[in-house]
């Protein structure tokens, strides 16, 4: 395996509690919420069953110039907006355009898009229908948007593996760079899919919070009376580097990134294995590929969607890989603040984990009534200080399908 180092120089995101990455961070320690009630015709119109969610904090079409935005579906603009947070952190690094990579990721894609020219089709026919509607509404269009806006030509890559994508394209960023595929790789993932459709869809199948009467305390991941996920919109970008060319460039380095780990749990198309199996394999080969134990990791962010059998099979999962080490360890569960932002969530909680390393604080998880037997995790509703030395997180991602992701990064 190749010795490259790989590091973390920018980072930038638009989520819903902060329009930038040091808003969300501020937001995040201060215990913010980001849900609250949606405020759509379309709410009460299609009488659905879940009245809220968490919604960007700075709508992108505020920040984007007005041609630019209108080309763009929700999705592409919220992933242009962190990409170009991150890559201004990271000093507008200087590479050769085939030197320069995208893997951008999302779970579903343009659904704005896509159902709005299905309702233009009905209600005025086609030739009202857009011309950009596809290039708008494919899943690689923020991937393609990235690569002609900062000219990467190494490639530009989409992963779509539901709630795992983005850390997906993180472990694929790693990977790319030690096998010399780019030097530098804009790596994340994007999703705004709060849509009538989503939101009835998600309910039916019994996987939302209910929680119509208290929305800001609706994801309580860890908590014995938790009642399923809410959902969050957003981007988050990183810029993944080799430490050679960031040193020779002068960059600061927030962090090095050092393992990853992909599985299948094969187990059932949207439940995760009971046992965490798949999981607990990801978590090992991230740890192998950082040549680390697990004696070595001294900070979790949890996948924890707040759902009543996701959040006990992750705990199982981690059980396994750190026994009984693992009630030791300081664990975050941040969807109870941004909640699930489905394909950008593991970009986003990437980002967390990398600020929790640069600060020596593992983030609060808020909205715990009263922590659940099941998931013993060591969670707090206060900042808990991680201590000095080296430290080592690790950041989980699962998603339906079976999909696994898991990244390790170590201190700078």
Known sequence: MSTTRVVVTGIGTSSPIGGTAPETWTALLGGASGTHTLEHDWVAQYELPVTFAAEAKVRPDTVLERPVAKRLDPASQLALIAAMEAWADAGSPEV???????DFATGIGGVWTLLDAWETLKEKGPRRVLPMTVPMLMPNAAAGNLSLHFNARAYARTVASACASSTESLVNALEHIRAGYADVVIAGGTESAIHPITLAAFASMQALSKRNDSPETASRPG??????????????????????????????????????????????????????????????????????????????????????VGDPNEYKALLS?????????????????????????????AIFTVLALR??????????????????????????????????AISNSFGFGGHNAVVAFASA
């Open 223 to 308: 908590s014995i009376d938790r009642d399923g996920f809410v959902m969050g919109e957003g981007a988050a970008a990183l810029i993944i580097e080799s430490e050679q060319h960031a040193k020779a460039r002068g960059a600061k380095i927030y962090a090095y990134v050092v393992g990853g780990g992909v599985t299948a749990d094969s187990y059932h198309i949207t439940a995760n294995d009971p046992e965490g199996f798949g999981a607990a394999r990801a978590v090992r080969a991230a740890l192998e590929m950082a040549d680390a134990s697990p004696d070595d990791v001294t900070h979790i962010n949890a996948h924890a969607t707040s759902t009543p």
């Open 96 to 102: 050769e355009p085939e030197r320069l990579g995208v």
């Open 359 to 392: 600060d020596r604080v593992a983030p609060p998880t808020i909205n715990i009534t009263e922590q659940d037997p099941a998931v013993p995790f060591r969670i707090s509703g206060a900042a808990t200080p991680l201590g000095d030395g080296e430290q080592l």
């Open 321 to 349: 890989v750190f026994g009984s080490r693992i009630d030791e360890i300081p664990v975050s569960a941040t969807k109870a603040s941004t909640g699930h932002l489905l394909g950008g969530t593991g970009a986003i909680e």
